[in-house]
Protein backbone atom coordinates (compact mmCIF):
# COMPACT_ATOMS: atom_id res chain seq x y z
CA UNK A 1 0.00 0.00 0.00
CA UNK A 2 1.09 3.53 -0.21
CA UNK A 3 1.65 5.53 3.35
CA UNK A 4 2.53 9.12 3.89
CA UNK A 5 5.76 9.34 5.85
CA UNK A 6 7.68 12.62 6.86
CA UNK A 7 6.21 14.69 3.77
CA UNK A 8 6.79 11.91 1.26
CA UNK A 9 4.79 8.96 -0.58
CA UNK A 10 6.02 5.75 0.89
CA UNK A 11 4.97 2.06 -1.03
CA UNK A 12 4.81 -0.49 1.49
CA UNK A 13 4.74 -3.72 -0.15
CA UNK A 14 3.17 -7.03 1.49
CA UNK A 15 6.35 -9.47 0.52
CA UNK A 16 9.46 -9.78 -1.51
CA UNK A 17 9.15 -9.34 -5.60
CA UNK A 18 11.23 -10.34 -8.25
CA UNK A 19 11.96 -7.87 -10.95
CA UNK A 20 9.80 -7.20 -13.48
CA UNK A 21 7.08 -8.77 -11.10
CA UNK A 22 3.57 -6.63 -11.20
CA UNK A 23 2.52 -4.77 -7.75
CA UNK A 24 -0.82 -4.07 -7.11
CA UNK A 25 -1.26 -0.96 -5.02
CA UNK A 26 -3.91 0.34 -2.80
CA UNK A 27 -3.60 4.15 -1.78
CA UNK A 28 -5.27 5.94 0.43
CA UNK A 29 -4.13 9.64 0.85
CA UNK A 30 -6.77 12.24 2.38
CA UNK A 31 -4.24 15.62 1.17
CA UNK A 32 -1.03 16.16 -0.95
CA UNK A 33 -0.82 19.86 -0.61
CA UNK A 34 1.53 21.79 -2.74
CA UNK A 35 3.52 18.90 -3.29
CA UNK A 36 3.42 18.66 -7.37
CA UNK A 37 5.84 15.88 -7.80
CA UNK A 38 3.79 13.65 -5.32
CA UNK A 39 0.42 14.83 -7.23
CA UNK A 40 2.31 13.68 -10.51
CA UNK A 41 3.14 10.39 -9.27
CA UNK A 42 -0.89 9.63 -7.57
CA UNK A 43 -2.59 10.87 -10.53
CA UNK A 44 0.05 8.24 -12.84
CA UNK A 45 -1.22 5.66 -10.52
CA UNK A 46 -5.16 6.49 -10.58
CA UNK A 47 -4.92 7.12 -14.17
CA UNK A 48 -6.58 9.30 -16.71
CA UNK A 49 -9.34 11.64 -13.95
CA UNK A 50 -10.29 15.22 -14.14
CA UNK A 51 -10.28 17.21 -11.00
CA UNK A 52 -13.43 16.84 -9.61
CA UNK A 53 -12.83 12.74 -9.20
CA UNK A 54 -9.51 13.65 -7.99
CA UNK A 55 -10.77 15.80 -5.42
CA UNK A 56 -13.67 13.14 -4.36
CA UNK A 57 -11.44 10.10 -4.46
CA UNK A 58 -7.89 11.56 -3.36
CA UNK A 59 -8.11 14.71 -2.00
CA UNK A 60 -6.33 16.50 -4.28
CA UNK A 61 -6.00 18.76 -7.49
CA UNK A 62 -3.85 18.71 -9.93
CA UNK A 63 -3.11 22.25 -11.75
CA UNK A 64 -1.45 20.98 -14.39
CA UNK A 65 -3.74 18.12 -15.09
CA UNK A 66 -4.23 17.56 -18.77
CA UNK A 67 -7.21 14.92 -18.24
CA UNK A 68 -9.19 17.45 -16.78
CA UNK A 69 -12.76 18.56 -18.33
CA UNK A 70 -16.07 19.80 -17.75
CA UNK A 71 -19.16 18.22 -19.09
CA UNK A 72 -21.40 19.71 -21.78
CA UNK A 73 -24.97 18.22 -22.79
CA UNK A 74 -26.72 18.94 -25.83
CA UNK A 75 -30.00 17.84 -26.70
CA UNK A 76 -32.34 18.27 -29.87
CA UNK A 77 -35.76 19.61 -29.15
CA UNK A 78 -37.96 16.95 -29.22
CA UNK A 79 -41.06 18.91 -29.72
CA UNK A 80 -39.21 19.89 -32.91
CA UNK A 81 -41.44 18.74 -36.27
CA UNK A 82 -38.32 17.14 -37.79
CA UNK A 83 -37.04 16.04 -34.43
CA UNK A 84 -36.72 12.35 -35.60
CA UNK A 85 -35.11 13.73 -39.03
CA UNK A 86 -32.35 15.41 -37.09
CA UNK A 87 -32.04 12.31 -34.53
CA UNK A 88 -31.54 10.04 -37.90
CA UNK A 89 -28.99 12.72 -39.14
CA UNK A 90 -27.11 12.86 -35.65
CA UNK A 91 -26.85 9.33 -35.40
CA UNK A 92 -25.55 9.42 -38.94
CA UNK A 93 -22.60 11.43 -37.88
CA UNK A 94 -21.82 9.48 -34.58
CA UNK A 95 -23.90 11.60 -32.45
CA UNK A 96 -26.72 11.36 -29.91
CA UNK A 97 -30.40 13.14 -29.13
CA UNK A 98 -28.91 13.60 -26.33
CA UNK A 99 -25.41 14.20 -26.80
CA UNK A 100 -22.09 14.89 -23.81
CA UNK A 101 -19.45 16.79 -25.42
CA UNK A 102 -16.20 16.82 -23.10
CA UNK A 103 -14.40 20.08 -22.52
CA UNK A 104 -10.41 19.08 -21.78
CA UNK A 105 -8.53 22.09 -20.13
CA UNK A 106 -6.13 23.77 -22.58
CA UNK A 107 -8.45 22.17 -25.40
CA UNK A 108 -11.68 24.54 -25.28
CA UNK A 109 -11.70 25.99 -28.66
CA UNK A 110 -11.53 22.46 -30.30
CA UNK A 111 -14.70 21.57 -27.80
CA UNK A 112 -16.73 24.89 -29.10
CA UNK A 113 -15.61 23.37 -32.63
CA UNK A 114 -16.98 20.09 -32.03
CA UNK A 115 -20.47 21.38 -30.75
CA UNK A 116 -21.28 23.48 -33.39
CA UNK A 117 -22.15 21.38 -36.01
CA UNK A 118 -24.39 19.61 -33.59
CA UNK A 119 -26.09 22.87 -32.47
CA UNK A 120 -26.21 24.14 -36.09
CA UNK A 121 -28.16 20.79 -36.96
CA UNK A 122 -31.18 21.99 -34.41
CA UNK A 123 -31.40 25.61 -35.45
CA UNK A 124 -32.62 24.03 -39.36
CA UNK A 125 -36.29 24.73 -39.20
CA UNK A 126 -37.09 25.23 -43.39
CA UNK A 127 -38.35 21.82 -44.38
CA UNK A 128 -36.52 22.08 -47.67
CA UNK A 129 -33.08 22.89 -45.49
CA UNK A 130 -33.62 19.61 -44.08
CA UNK A 131 -33.76 17.75 -46.92
CA UNK A 132 -30.50 18.94 -48.06
CA UNK A 133 -28.82 17.82 -45.04
CA UNK A 134 -30.23 14.46 -44.76
CA UNK A 135 -28.43 14.12 -48.45
CA UNK A 136 -25.67 15.50 -47.77
CA UNK A 137 -23.03 13.08 -46.52
CA UNK A 138 -21.12 15.07 -43.66
CA UNK A 139 -22.11 16.82 -40.28
CA UNK A 140 -21.46 20.49 -41.79
CA UNK A 141 -24.37 21.97 -43.70
CA UNK A 142 -24.54 26.00 -44.82
CA UNK A 143 -25.65 28.45 -42.55
CA UNK A 144 -26.27 31.37 -43.24
CA UNK A 145 -24.78 34.51 -40.56
CA UNK A 146 -27.57 35.05 -38.88
CA UNK A 147 -27.95 30.94 -37.93
CA UNK A 148 -24.63 30.87 -36.86
CA UNK A 149 -25.04 34.07 -34.84
CA UNK A 150 -28.02 32.75 -32.70
CA UNK A 151 -26.31 29.45 -32.46
CA UNK A 152 -22.98 31.50 -31.00
CA UNK A 153 -25.26 33.82 -29.23
CA UNK A 154 -26.25 30.74 -27.18
CA UNK A 155 -23.21 29.64 -26.80
CA UNK A 156 -21.68 32.59 -25.46
CA UNK A 157 -25.65 33.13 -23.20
CA UNK A 158 -25.01 29.07 -21.59
CA UNK A 159 -21.43 29.77 -20.66
CA UNK A 160 -22.03 33.18 -19.22
CA UNK A 161 -24.99 31.94 -17.12
CA UNK A 162 -22.67 28.67 -15.97
CA UNK A 163 -20.20 30.72 -15.09
CA UNK A 164 -22.67 33.15 -12.74
CA UNK A 165 -24.18 30.25 -11.08
CA UNK A 166 -21.01 29.77 -8.93
CA UNK A 167 -20.72 31.93 -5.48
CA UNK A 168 -17.59 33.58 -5.97
CA UNK A 169 -15.78 34.96 -9.10
CA UNK A 170 -12.18 33.98 -10.51
CA UNK A 171 -10.84 37.06 -8.90
CA UNK A 172 -11.83 36.67 -5.33
CA UNK A 173 -10.77 33.06 -6.07
CA UNK A 174 -7.14 34.10 -6.33
CA UNK A 175 -7.26 36.64 -3.45
CA UNK A 176 -8.61 33.57 -1.30
CA UNK A 177 -5.56 31.12 -2.74
CA UNK A 178 -3.45 33.75 -1.65
CA UNK A 179 -4.22 33.87 1.69
CA UNK A 180 -1.47 31.42 3.31
CA UNK A 181 -3.95 30.84 6.44
CA UNK A 182 -6.79 29.41 4.12
CA UNK A 183 -7.68 25.79 5.07
CA UNK A 184 -5.97 22.68 3.18
CA UNK A 185 -10.03 21.45 2.52
CA UNK A 186 -11.25 25.25 1.53
CA UNK A 187 -8.20 25.80 -0.83
CA UNK A 188 -8.52 22.17 -2.74
CA UNK A 189 -12.06 22.99 -3.19
CA UNK A 190 -11.43 26.54 -4.32
CA UNK A 191 -8.36 25.30 -6.89
CA UNK A 192 -10.80 22.91 -8.00
CA UNK A 193 -13.46 25.87 -8.99
CA UNK A 194 -10.89 28.16 -10.36
CA UNK A 195 -9.84 25.31 -12.65
CA UNK A 196 -13.36 24.57 -13.66
CA UNK A 197 -14.23 28.72 -14.62
CA UNK A 198 -10.60 29.06 -16.30
CA UNK A 199 -12.09 26.41 -18.60
CA UNK A 200 -15.76 27.83 -19.01
CA UNK A 201 -13.74 31.09 -19.57
CA UNK A 202 -11.95 29.76 -22.50
CA UNK A 203 -15.00 28.30 -24.28
CA UNK A 204 -16.38 31.80 -23.76
CA UNK A 205 -13.25 33.34 -25.63
CA UNK A 206 -13.32 31.02 -28.03
CA UNK A 207 -17.29 31.75 -28.47
CA UNK A 208 -16.57 35.57 -28.92
CA UNK A 209 -13.86 35.28 -31.01
CA UNK A 210 -15.91 33.22 -33.22
CA UNK A 211 -18.90 35.50 -33.91
CA UNK A 212 -16.03 38.39 -34.59
CA UNK A 213 -15.39 36.21 -37.33
CA UNK A 214 -18.90 36.42 -38.78
CA UNK A 215 -18.66 38.45 -42.00
CA UNK A 216 -21.24 40.98 -40.46
CA UNK A 217 -20.63 40.14 -36.54
CA UNK A 218 -23.18 42.73 -35.55
CA UNK A 219 -26.16 40.59 -37.68
CA UNK A 220 -29.21 39.80 -35.77
CA UNK A 221 -29.45 36.17 -35.28
CA UNK A 222 -32.41 33.99 -36.14
CA UNK A 223 -35.37 33.03 -34.79
CA UNK A 224 -34.90 29.91 -33.21
CA UNK A 225 -38.49 28.22 -32.49
CA UNK A 226 -36.80 24.49 -31.56
CA UNK A 227 -33.16 25.34 -30.26
CA UNK A 228 -31.46 22.34 -29.13
CA UNK A 229 -30.61 22.57 -25.16
CA UNK A 230 -27.86 23.32 -23.20
CA UNK A 231 -27.28 21.92 -19.76
Known sequence: MLTAADGA?????????????????????????????????????????????????YGFVDEDNSYDRLVVEAALNTEDPQYQDKRMVAQRNGKLSVQVFHVYAGREKEAVADMLPYLRLGYVSDTSEMQSVISSLGPVCAVSSCM???????????????????????????????????????????????????????????????????????VSPCPAPYAPLLK
Open 9 to 57: VQLVVDRPYKAGESIVVWYDICFIGHNSEAAQLVLSWCGPQPNSKLLIN
Open 148 to 218: ERAVLDQLADYFTRRLAGYPTTLSEDESLLADSNLKPKKRVATQLVRLEKKMLHACLQATADLINEIPDHT
